[in-house]
Nanobody, 121 residues
Framework: QVHIVESGGGLVQPGGSLRLSCAAS????????MSWYRQAPGKERELVAR????????TYADSVKGRFTISRDNAQKRVYLQMNSLEPEDTAVYFC??????????????WGQGTQVTVSS
C-alpha cells in the first residue's frame, strides 16, 4: 500500500525558513521523480520543485528559485523542501507527489495529503 506523508509545515514570519519533509512507502522510491506542488486558496495547484530519481535533474518554479532547495534521501525514502526567505505569497498547502516521465510528459501517480504553510507577521 502506498503512503506519502508530508510534515514540517506551520506558521512562519516573512523572511523566515521552514523545512518540509515527505516520507514515502509502498513503491520503489528511487525509481520515481518526486515533486512538491502547492495550492493557495482560490488558485490552481502549481509545481514548486521536482527532483529525478538519482537527483541528477532538478527543476524549480521561477517564483522560488534561489530561495527553495529540493533534495532526497533514497535510503530513507524521503524528499525534502528547504524554504528560505519566505514571503506571504508562499502561503499554501504543500503537496508531495511521486510520478514518472512517460514520453517526456510527467505523470503524477501518488499524492500526499498536504501540509499547510502560512507566512504572516
Amino acid at each position: 500500500q502506498v503512503h506519502i506523508v508530508e510534515s514540517g509545515g506551520g506558521l512562519v514570519q516573512p523572511g523566515g525558513s521552514l523545512r518540509l519533509s515527505c516520507a514515502a512507502s509502498g513503491f520503489t522510491f528511487s525509481s520515481y521523480t518526486m515533486s512538491w506542488y502547492r495550492q493557495a486558496p482560490g488558485k490552481e495547484r502549481e509545481l514548486v520543485a521536482r527532483i529525478s530519481g538519482a537527483a541528477l535533474r532538478i527543476t524549480y518554479a521561477d517564483s522560488v528559485k534561489g530561495r527553495f532547495t529540493i533534495s532526497r534521501d533514497n535510503a530513507q525514502k524521503r524528499v525534502y523542501l528547504q524554504m528560505n526567505s519566505l514571503e506571504p505569497e508562499d502561503t499554501a498547502v504543500y503537496f508531495c507527489c511521486a510520478g514518472m516521465y512517460r514520453s517526456s510528459t510527467y505523470y503524477p501517480d501518488y499524492w500526499g495529503q498536504g501540509t499547510q504553510v502560512t507566512v504572516s507577521s
